[in-house]
């Protein structure tokens, strides 16, 4: 980035849903893909009369959210209503938190070319989500359909400081989060799903006679994956730039205030909505249906003993014991949780830590990837491919054979040693077999082995090719050539 | 029959003698020869009537048990979710809404095996100290038709005081259960916030609505009281402890007793005659032993003003999603969303509805709420201390329910202020969350019923009930009914 002529300033709101079986005020389910309004309640349909009990479950996974993030828990916290009128939100107000969030003050370290960097967490809260349009094809403007499925399901909103200074950071703080988020299962983080989502507020401050000038923030909205945050960002700061080269206009200029863009993907452009002064007025207040909560000192252990080893500790961890490389160590650790429970099971059981690595991250992983499946539901487990590890070290099967054995045990079944028997790799490692095997490629071989005695050492391959044509190639090399050297000095 | 009170009715149907269904016939009959004139109700659903106390006579002769109000009809006021029957509000927003669930407190009425005999009339929304506001019909009062019966619960007040239903239920936001008691010559309570659920009534003003019983005397407010209060898991503001049984508790006399009179409650404002008749009511108390202490509530006099912020506020809120879009009224003709928010709230919705939206919409907006909404809360707990002080030094507080008695129909309707005064002494309820009974205590001149006041500290329904039920054992006004 060294080369811009500005510097980019980004702060990042995520909003995750959480994996809860049923949503943040009612017993609905929360199961994503059910048909329309089938997932609805009256009270997240919002009827009369109806009112909201908060889902604990949903209240302890946010805090284990926010313990992970390093956020200190507030001992009070309650329940605001942020008013609007939309058709998917039948209440025509959001229950969320406002001026007393229920976490704040937490970061995240993330990975950059130029090592660890510390992201700060302004604030996490949970808050409810909203229903979808589905609008009408055509745009007749006339018939758009709700579907209240998704309304009330429990999204935990992230709010970053202002601290990423790269459209790669931005990206790797997300892929960060999301690491962190899939490995506690507070959320499964998909954003085609929408269990994932994105606002990036984007300025730039550009260095010039008087100092440095710092450009309007703008809140780029519709980012549908981390490759569109990455390339929006980038496009939305050299927007700004052109924009500020000529008009000239800054941050906090009298008449100059935050506004709004979308994402297009397809064009790649940034496009400038509206300006945020004219968004609605939300008359935040506290919901009276909700008493505020009051979270203890034992309740936060109580959260902070499910933690567990997280991502950063654990990548450190795996990298002393096992030695792997930052860049292998990298590569396991974001597949998540189980995938690295499987990496240490299979280092333990072939007693190899570097082969583990490589079984695990070329075979493994792209058996997983050609499956579109996760380790969880690998056919077989840690011990079973520690014992082919085992075997072909063992029995010197050469790579080639192994991951024919490897292949066969993931699609048909099968231990290591069942299979290896199956196609015929079981290795003629009895000297006296293999001596009576070389004695009889000699006798049928007599002109090479009479070209051997007269000086042409070449000639001992022909008897080699057929000793090891006899036994299929499953005798070790080293051990023939031992003992033909040997028959051949006696004959 | 129809003038008993439910415990005699009780009393009556388990001895043996008549059945619920002839029972339930004659407040129907009642409620037919005479609803006409009074206009308490929106709906009566006699078939759903006539059939549950049939079934409940045929348990009796199987010798089943029975639940604690068997056989007896209930009257609800139309802000409480029924399932299958359509809930109006009061609102032609909710015209045609039928809820596909039971309040808490109609399910706890169903478990007793009352008897839900009809709907009431009520302001829109419980919007009002009339039941003008209502958009169906106007009801009126039983003792002067040409009055009104108070409100919002007018309909359950007006059900009672003209012997068409012994029980009703109400709502209280800012005295809806109390005004219209007193001013029906009927008993009417506003239970402690979180005593009752909230579950199924449809809200008004979230932090200060609670449902209720009127009724012909203090006995049968316990015996209701005692059905419909308790934990529910539904409603997070419910709060979870034993309710005491007020029935087994209610004629033993409290003893010592402190009641405390504050001061501010008999000032400027306070019609004659309803002062005459709450001082002689506290007479009775003296003369039974009882300590009159002459106590302060100061910030009683912000009570009104504070009260219009936080009940507005909430309302604009709560309100918000009759829509047009998921159900109730939608207009008939739009050109877009904003138009058809627009269209279908200006149709659905009454002036005074209206009003408060407004009202609570600015209270709230940004650079407003800090002067009103915010400085409301704060007020709002100086109330409560208020009421902390007075009852470190006495057991319950006493005082007129409603500065007049009932009003001509349309006196009021064209000066808001002088309707929101109506409610002047019984707001600070609602505001600081304590329970408070109104108890007939006299009539005027010309024959309008006066209620009496009396105040308990959270959760002391028991002690409030006792307090209300010696006055009533020592005067026979809760044994008047109007001629019709």
Known sequence: MADLPYRIVIGLEVHVQLLTQTKLFCGCSTRFGQPPNSATCPVCLGLPGALPVMNRRAFDLAVKAALALNCRIASFTKWDRKNYYYPDLPKNYQISQYDLPFSSDGHLDIQTPEGTKRIGIIRAHLEEDAGKLLHEEGGSGKDSLVDLNRTGTPLLEIVSQPELSAPEEAKAYLEELRLLLKALEISDCEMQEGSLRCDANVNIHVPHADGVAATPIVEVKNLNSFRAVERAIKFEANRQYGQFQSDGKKLGDRGVSKATAGWDDVRGVTVVQRRKEEASDYRYFPDPDLVPIEVDSAWIAEVRALLGELPAAQRTRLQSQYALSAYDTEVITRQGRPFVAYFEELARGCGDAAEAKNWLTNEILQTLNDRKSDVRAFPQPADAIAELIREAKATGLNKQRARDVYAHMVSEGGTAKEVIKKLGFTPVTDEGQLRDIVRRAMAANAKAVTDFKNGKVKAADAIKGAVMRETKGMARTEMVQQILLEELQRA | ?484
């Not at chain 2, 928010?341 to 609570?360: D, H, P, Q, T, W």
């Not at chain 2, 202020?417 to 408070?436: F, Q, R, V, W």
């Open chain 2, 1 to 484: 029959m129809i003038e008993h009170t439910a415990a005699d009715l009780l009393a009556t149907l388990r001895k043996g003698d008549g059945s619920a269904e002839s029972l339930t016939g004659a407040f129907l009959d009642a409620i037919r020869q005479r609803d006409t004139r009074v206009r308490a109700f929106l709906h009566v659903d006699e078939a759903a009537a006539l059939e549950k106390a049939h079934d409940i006579d045929a348990r009796r002769k199987r010798g089943e048990p029975l639940g604690a109000l068997a056989g007896i009809p209930v009257a609800v006021k139309d802000v409480l979710c029924t399932a299958g029957q359509r809930t109006t509000c009061g609102s032609k927003v909710l015209q045609s809404f039928v809820p596909p669930y039971d309040a808490h407190v109609i399910s706890r009425l169903r478990r007793a095996d009352a008897v839900l005999i009809g709907k009431t009339n009520m302001d829109e929304f419980a919007m009002g100290s009339s039941t003008e506001n209502s958009a169906y019909q106007i009801t009126r009062n039983p003792w002067e038709l040409a009055c009104t019966p108070g409100g919002s619960s007018g309909g359950s007040a007006a059900a009672v005081a003209a012997c068409e239903t012994p029980l009703a239920l109400g709502s209280d936001t800012g005295g809806s259960i109390r005004q219209p008691a007193s001013l029906c010559g009927v008993v009417g309570l506003k239970p402690t916030y979180g005593r009752v659920s909230r579950f199924g009534l449809v809200a008004f003003a979230s932090s200060l609505d609670q449902v209720g019983p009127l009724t012909h005397d203090v006995r049968d407010a316990a015996l209701l009281l005692e059905v419909i209060a308790g934990h529910d898991a539904r409603d997070s503001t419910s709060v979870d402890r034993p309710v005491p049984k007020y029935t087994r508790t209610l004629d033993d006399p409290v003893q010592p007793l402190t009641i405390g009179v504050p001061r501010e409650y008999f000032g400027a404002g306070l019609d004659g005659e309803v002062e005459q008749a709450v001082r002689a009511a506290l007479k009775v108390y003296e003369k039974a032993g009882t300590k009159l202490l002459d106590v302060s509530l100061p910030y009683s006099q912000y009570a009104v003003a504070t009260y219009y912020v936080v009940a507005t506020a909430e309302a604009s809120s709560n309100l918000a999603r009759y829509d047009g879009v998921h159900y109730g009224h939608r207009a008939a003709k739009h050109d877009d969303l904003i138009d058809l928010y627009c269209r279908s709230r200006g149709e659905g919705f009454g002036a005074e509805v209206k009003r408060r939206i407004m009202l609570g919409t600015y209270v709230l907006s940004s650079g407003y709420k800090d002067a009103y909404y915010v400085k409301s809360l704060q007020v709002r707990r100086l109330i409560k201390d208020d009421f902390d002080r007075a009852f470190a030094q006495c057991d319950v507080i006493a005082g007129p329910v409603s500065p007049t008695a009932a009003f001509r129909l349309g006196d009021r309707s064209d000066d808001p202020l002088a309707m929101y005064l109506s409610d002047i002494y019984t707001i600070s309820a609602n505001l600081s969350g304590i329970a408070g009974i109104s108890i007939p205590c006299g009539f005027t001149k010309g024959g309008l019923p006066i209620g009496l006041q009396l105040q308990a500290p959270p959760f002391e329904e028991e002690k409030l009930l006792r307090v209300a039920r010696m006055h009533e054992r020592a005067t026979d006004w809760h044994t008047r009914r109007p001629k019709l």
